[in-house]
């Protein structure tokens, strides 16, 4: 962050001062007062079962010199009305400043958001110093409190951009407008919040239609309904995928006994092998996007290749873990919707060893078609999995679709039990469900 006195950010954010207005920020702004920095921000924000403005003491302790919140504190603290229309407003200010030497990327997606993001920020960062969302921090409060961490020597900005509503990125890209929109796909997470598929492409468009001008969308050739949002924009457009008109395409996928994909990345008349520390072949079309994000800015192929052989994931995404009875964990249990647990279960299918077992918790916000989805789901983990495990009353229908490979438990506890007294040497279980599941929970006991 860009070093600001509380006078400053009280003028940007249309507040008061309380106490000393000299004092100056110059550490990330953080919601979490255990997670401040020497010199931070504490946002304190009073909510319906607790109040931040009470942990202001705590985050000063960590580190924190000063609070934005609507209601004076131990530390000087900076008044406003509205503490989040506060922190937009600050946000925006501070990369203005910065814009004419940074270069802003927006991605977003149904599925893939997060790793592609750590992807892209591996890429970008082998060219110039680079922030990008912690996490899955994609939301209102996250954008923000990402923009907020860009420094003066800050060159490229990844902003990871989630949405439950259509209308949602376009107010993120109120805040800035990106230099490339990345859209990966457009699936059925959310399903039941957009009501539709045709509603879930209009709130993904909304990142090219927040285009800055002259800014570049990176599409994904492989999904109709992002071709499409080519029509969005006026300026230049590039693609990935497998398909044969891709711009940065895909080819000579192979996937090693652990799952570990190895491509060719073509851009052009240009090729770079890839070979993934990451499970999954998925991962190759992730790469694709990273990759062609990269070059629109100006990161060559071969240099994006390499910065890839080393990349790491946020947590909790297709985590391997060896366990000390000799089977190996897949730790994916961040999130889940139809589309991701698949690609989850073909990583499932490809790693060589002994039996493989799904265990899968509800998929949320699915709305009307829930029930049809986790059936759906569960007939296609029978054909990835030996063994198919569904946690809790909500994940059923998943074990009336795997049939006879079925077993339903209860809860999270009983899939523990279960599962320490059926995991062997050389087998494998992926662990998935959405995050309300808390499946991270099972994945942490068995390690």
């Known amino acids: 962050m860009i070093p600001l006195s509380l006078a400053e950010i009280a003028a940007v954010a249309g507040g008061t001062v309380e106490g000393d207005d000299t004092v100056t920020v110059n550490a990330p702004a953080v919601l979490d007062g255990r997670q401040a920095e020497p010199g931070g921000l504490f946002v304190a924000f009073a909510g319906e079962h607790t109040d931040g403005h009470d942990h202001a003491s705590q985050a000063g302790r960590s580190g924190a010199v000063a609070v934005l919140g609507s209601r004076p504190t131990e530390l000087p603290t900076v008044v406003v009305e509205d503490a989040q229309a506060a922190l937009r407003a600050l946000a925006s200010h501070l990369v203005a400043r910065l814009r004419d030497g940074l270069t802003v990327v927006g991605l977003t997606g149904s599925q893939g958001k997060t790793s592609t993001k750590d992807l892209l920020a591996a890429v970008l960062s082998s060219a110039a110093p680079t922030i990008a969302t912690i ?6 409060l996250g954008v923000p409190l990402t923009m907020l961490r860009a420094a003066a020597t800050t060159r490229f900005l990844v902003l990871e951009m989630g949405a439950r509503h259509v209308g949602d990125i376009a107010a993120l890209t109120g805040l800035v407008a990106p230099d490339l929109a990345v859209v990966l796909n457009v699936g059925k997470a959310h399903l039941g919040e957009f009501g539709s598929r045709e509603a879930i492409a209009r709130a993904k468009g909304e990142l090219v239609r927040g285009l800055a001008p002259g800014g570049t969308a990176v599409l994904n050739a492989d999904d109709p309904r992002v071709v499409a949002m080519r029509s969005l924009t006026d300026g230049p457009v590039l693609t990935f995928g497998r398909s044969g008109h891709a711009d940065v395409r895909v080819l000579d996928l192979v996937l090693d006994r652990r799952g570990r994909p190895s491509f060719t990345l073509r851009a052009a008349d240009v090729s770079a092998h890839v070979a993934l520390p990451l499970v999954g072949g998925h991962q190759a079309l992730n790469s694709s996007a990273a990759v062609a994000a990269g070059l629109a800015a100006g990161v060559p192929l071969d240099v994006a290749a390499a910065a890839l052989a080393t990349v790491s994931l946020s947590k909790w995404r297709m985590e391997p873990r060896d366990l000390a009875c000799g089977a190996t964990l897949l730790n994916d249990s961040y999130n889940a919707n139809p589309d991701s647990v698949r690609a989850a279960l073909d990583a499932l299918a490809a790693i060589e060893g002994g039996r493989r077992f799904a265990v899968l918790g509800e998929m949320r916000e699915l709305g009307d078609v829930s029930e049809a989805e986790h059936r759906a789901v569960g007939e296609y983990a029978a054909s990835r999995a030996d063994v198919v495990v569904a946690v809790g ?55």
């Open 393 to 447: 009353e909500a994940a059923r229908p998943i074990a009336d679709g795997a049939g006879e490979r079925a077993v339903a438990l209860a809860d999270n506890d009983a899939a523990v039990d279960w599962l320490r007294g059926h995991l062997a040497a050389g087998e494998v279980a992926l662990v998935k469900a959405s995050r309300g599941a808390r499946l991270d929970e099972v994945a942490a006991a068995l390690a």
């Open 135 to 140: 996490g899955s921090l994609n939301n209102e």
